[in-house]
């Protein structure tokens, strides 16, 4: 009994002599599914960036791009159990979390980015962040990617040319009914499953943002592409209630500083990052694109405006006419 107080004591004397010991960093991990050299994948580095050299030994963040760690299906769950803390998905990915985000994907609503600024700015945009908060998700921020263009095996000027065409959508009940509208054939599928999709014929064309079309190399297996900036790509940036409340007061209130700044960054990136991304297509000279007239644009929008009518009550027709107005 004696031997044993005596090692105790000498276990308890070493421990005092060694001083603290220093508490192990908070990890975040920041998962996404697109590449480094796009908006997002930029807008992560420079998170991580930032945390490092501003709450060093505090808070370390492991980004992982190209959806390495979870893809498009399961990122969302794995936030709710902890197994990310970070993630920025389609605003298309909350629908089964929120009906009034599905706004974002209702067809030519927003005219450009600056409309979408507009809006997202406003008392009302910035209620949406908090949407989800009663299943357990934080909303930090919204990041621009950009507007979608249209592409397709056959020259896409008119809603008839997209009839019988098989489009790849991210599960979204609106992007469902946009192309439905104009008879054609949306298909679900995973972003990252898109390029051999397309190659094979699985699928006959896709929307998305030149950046995306540009990383992704969509452009080497589609002959035509329309700029039709129909529909609007954003992300929310979005945390855990529980992990975000769990953070120490300090650690929080930088965190949210860097995520302000970054979002900053990030949505001055994405024109230019898309407007690059579409010279860097038209220079390889793989594929076409088509610029609309103003009268085929008007023919596009026709025939996809009735979606708008379709959702307004899930949405909030209040929220639509908010929104309708920035474009005006």
């Known amino acids: 009994m004696k031997l044993r107080f005596l090692a105790a004591a000498a276990a308890l004397t070493a421990t005092v002599l060694a001083g603290p010991v220093a508490a192990e960093p908070i990890i975040i991990k920041f998962s996404h599914v697109v590449t480094e050299n796009t908006p997002k994948g930029k ?39 902890n197994d990310t803390q970070i993630i920025a998905p ?8 929120t009906k009034v985000l599905q706004l974002y994907d209702l067809p030519f609503l927003f005219n450009d980015l600056n409309a979408v600024a507009c809006f997202q700015d406003s008392a009302s945009g910035k209620e949406m962040l908090d949407s989800m908060s009663s299943k357990g998700i934080k909303g930090l921020a919204y990041w621009h990617n950009g507007m979608k263009q ?8 008119t809603p008839e040319a997209a009839a019988g065409l098989k489009f790849r959508i991210m599960s979204s009940d609106v992007l469902q009914a ?18 051999l999709a397309l190659q094979t014929g699985q699928i006959d064309g896709q929307e998305n943002t030149w950046s995306n079309i540009y990383s992704q190399k969509f452009f080497e297996v589609q002959p035509h592409f329309v700029e039709s900036n129909h ?9 855990s209630e529980r992990f975000w409340k769990s953070l120490p007061d300090d650690i929080r209130s930088e965190l949210d500083k860097i995520v302000m700044e970054v979002t900053a960054t990030v ?9 690059d991304a579409k010279q860097l297509i038209v220079d390889s000279g793989k594929t076409e ?13 026709a025939a996809m ?3 708008w009518e379709q959702f307004k009550g899930d949405i909030g027709a209040n929220y639509v006419a908010a929104a309708a107005a920035c474009s005006q």
């Open 231 to 239: 529909g609007l790509l954003d992300y929310m940036l979005v945390t």
């Open 267 to 275: 949505n001055d990136l994405a024109s230019k990052e898309n407007e």
């Open 305 to 307: 405006k009735p979606v």
């Open 289 to 301: 694109i088509i610029q609309l007239t103003a009268e085929e644009k008007g023919k596009w929008r």
């Open 90 to 97: 389609a605003l298309s990915k909350f629908s089964k979390f």
């Open 150 to 157: 249209l592409s397709a095996p056959v020259p896409l000027r």
């Open 43 to 81: 807008g992560a580095n420079l998170f991580k960036q930032l945390v490092e050299e501003r709450l060093a030994g505090k808070v370390e963040v492991q980004v992982f791009p190209s959806a390495q760690l979870f893809g498009d299906a399961d990122e969302i769950i794995a936030l709710l159990k």
């Open 178 to 195: 946009q192309f439905q509208a104009v008879k054609a054939n949306p298909q679900k599928l995973a972003f990252s499953e898109v390029y």
